[in-house]
């Protein structure tokens, strides 16, 4: 959050990172699930089934992965 705070303050803070270029929108919208299951898991814990974290840490940690490779990619062209 903190790099995506930082990019989208440096654009005049109105910009998303999709619009901006930084991520592609099927990202964003696995981020945006992954926001969501996080406050779940924060705030409404009791009402997770143990199976869908498990499930969520086998197959969408490379999410992650996947938002680090694009942001650097996006520093990248952004600083040539």
Known sequence: MDICNHLVARRG?????AELGAIEGELKSRLAKMA???NLLVHL???LDDSEVYRVIREDLG????YLASIGQ???SDLC
Do not use: P, Q, S
């Open 45 to 47: 814990y009791w009402k």
């Open 74 to 76: 996006y520093l990248k």
């Open 63 to 66: 999410d992650f992965d996947r």
């Open 13 to 17: 803070g109105l910009a998303i990172l």
């Open 36 to 38: 969501r299951f996080r």
